[in-house]
């Protein structure tokens, strides 16, 4: 008599091991960003972790469980200055801040979260880089 292989137990183990999770099962909690590109006019423009940390450059973000977002910054990218305290949702490797009064200011982010940093990239629709940064989790 062969053995049955349950298909349902090995799914379970495949969701649980963190070497199989998926970048959104990584994305809810709080993240600083430490480095960032933007593409201003015809150039871009890097911020390195050295530039931001003696301005005194920050960007805290919180993906709350609940699907809320809160986020905190000095930094003076203009996308960033559009974005407001809301919701958050995710559809494959994008995330979309959700503007809790205008869904027209909502702001969508191709998304990754590799080796513990997250990446969120926000391009314009020809092509030009409106934000992309590094982020990782705060120190306790």
Same mark, same amino acid.
Do not use: C
């Given at each position: /008599?062969?053995?049955?292989? +349950? ?10 091991? &963190? /070497?199989?999770?998926?970048? +959104?099962?990584? @994305?809810?909690?709080?993240? $600083? ?5 933007? &593409?201003? $006019? *015809?150039?871009?423009? =890097? #911020?390195?972790?050295?530039? /931001?940390?003696?301005? *005194? @450059? ?12 809160? =986020?905190?910054?000095?930094?003076? !990218? ?6 407001? %305290? ?5 559809? *494959? %490797?994008? #995330? ?5 009064? %205008?869904?027209?200011? %909502? !702001? &969508?982010?191709?998304?990754? !979260? $590799?080796?513990? !940093? @997250? ?6 629709? @020809?092509? *030009? ?12």
């Amino acid at each position: /008599m062969p053995n049955k292989i +349950s298909f349902s137990a090995i799914k379970e183990w495949l969701a649980s091991t &963190e /070497m199989f999770a998926r970048p +959104s099962k990584k @994305l809810p909690g709080k993240w $600083e960003l430490f480095e960032y590109y933007f &593409e201003p $006019e *015809k150039e871009l423009v =890097h #911020v390195e972790q050295i530039r /931001m940390d003696s301005q *005194k @450059l920050f960007w805290q973000i919180d993906f709350a469980e609940n699907d809320s977002f809160f =986020h905190k910054t000095n930094v003076t !990218v203009p996308l960033i200055s559009k974005i407001d %305290n809301g919701k958050w949702s995710i559809a *494959k %490797n994008f #995330v979309t801040i959700i503007n809790p009064d %205008n869904f027209r200011n %909502n !702001v &969508e982010f191709q998304f990754a !979260v $590799e080796k513990d !940093v @997250l990446k969120l990239l926000k391009k314009d629709g @020809l092509g *030009k880089i409106e934000f992309f940064g590094f982020f990782r989790r705060p120190k306790t």
